[in-house]
């Protein structure tokens, strides 16, 4: 559902532009929104037993202004925006990131227990999912822009060409599931996923002013196998590998991750195309790229160039990662078994047996 949604969004997205103005892409997640509300209150079940917990209020707080500084520290680097500025906010993330860690370690139920990470298979999961959510947002965000402003398409059209991604996701990540499931092992795909994407963005890498958008569907054809055969493949080692009580938090921890590194990821991708850009070709404001001249659509090409490369190099470290830390643990597949694979992965049985 994830994949299918984030690659089905970008092309529904440039439909609107197409046919509206730009700001509808935004207006449009107002009823969406409302709708996703209405049926969770209708369908999401009820637990019989309520027990009270406490929220972490001043965590949450902390960590969206860090967030916050980080990213427009980033945005700034290569604008207008004066050095001290930039400095200044990226020197309050790094404050209020400090700070968001001391508070974790003092409240009753922190909203990121970072002693998750003591666990090497955890840690390396998580950070795979964080570089994971770098290619797959990147590939997403700048594959488009490749179409619409060198090879020349609409902004729909540039839209759909994500639908070979979209499928080699989908269909990977459900072929994947079946064999984890069947098999019991995941380790191989692990491994194997990381390459596959790695190949996948080094055929992006190599388009240029001639690449036509049967090749570009190829590249990411590679790229959505890549991505459908890791995404949930990490979920899974961090869920198999904490104890039961924290199944919960860590799964909300590696999807936090993954956001911050899709969001950072695209941030870093926008700051590398903007700095071989000639100054009146910035990517800001409303550019019609897809009525370029043709010799500007070889520079463009040659700005998105580096930014491909540099998904490659993201998921060539996270197959690094990948391969010597994230070992396999035998897989839960009852409640039964938590027990013992917590056991097995150091983990104290709480019910002292």
């Not at 049926?39 to 972490?56: F, G, N, Q, W, Y």
Request: charge should be positive.
């Amino acid at each position: 559902v994830f994949a299918a949604s984030s690659i089905l969004g970008p092309a529904m997205g440039g439909f609107i532009v197409d046919h509206a103005s730009w700001r509808w892409i935004f207006l449009v997640n107002l009823p969406v929104g409302g709708l996703a509300l209405v049926v969770i209150s209708l369908t999401m079940p009820r637990k019989a037993e309520r027990s009270e917990h406490s929220i972490d209020w001043l965590g949450a707080g902390i960590l969206s202004l860090a967030t916050a500084a980080l990213l427009l520290g980033l945005i700034w680097i290569g604008s207008s925006a004066g050095t001290a500025k930039i400095g200044l906010a990226l020197g309050l993330s790094v404050v209020l990131f400090a700070a968001f860690a001391v508070v974790e370690r003092r409240v009753p139920e922190p909203i990121l227990p970072f002693e998750l990470l003591r666990n090497p298979i955890v840690a390396a999961s998580v950070l795979c999912m964080a570089l994971a959510g770098m290619v797959m947002l990147g590939a997403i965000s700048y594959v488009p822009l490749f179409v619409q402003g060198v090879i020349g398409t609409s902004a729909t059209s540039s839209g759909v060409v994500l639908t070979p991604l979209m499928l080699g996701a989908v269909i990977t990540s459900f072929l994947t599931g079946q064999l984890v499931s069947r098999t019991g092992h995941y380790r191989w795909n692990v491994i194997l996923g990381p390459l596959v994407l790695t190949a996948g963005a080094l055929l992006l890498w190599r388009m240029n002013v001639h690449t036509t958008n049967a090749e570009a569907a190829r590249a990411m054809v590679l790229a959505g196998i890549g991505i459908g055969s890791i995404m949930q493949l990490f979920v899974l080692s961090v869920q198999n590998t904490v104890a039961y009580e924290r199944i919960g938090t860590a799964t909300a921890f590696s999807q936090f991750c993954r956001q911050m590194g899709a969001t950072i990821g695209v941030t870093v991708m926008g700051l590398i195309v903007n700095h071989g850009l000639p100054a009146n070709l910035q990517l800001r404001g409303e550019l019609g790229v897809h009525k370029l001249p043709v010799g500007l659509r070889g520079t463009l090409a040659d700005a998105l160039h580096p930014a491909f490369l540099t998904l490659a190099v993201v998921a060539g470290v996270m197959w690094l990662v990948a391969f010597r830390w994230v070992h396999e643990t035998q897989l839960r597949r009852s409640v039964d078994l938590v027990a013992g694979a917590e056991a097995a992965a150091g983990t104290p049985d709480p019910g002292g047996d």
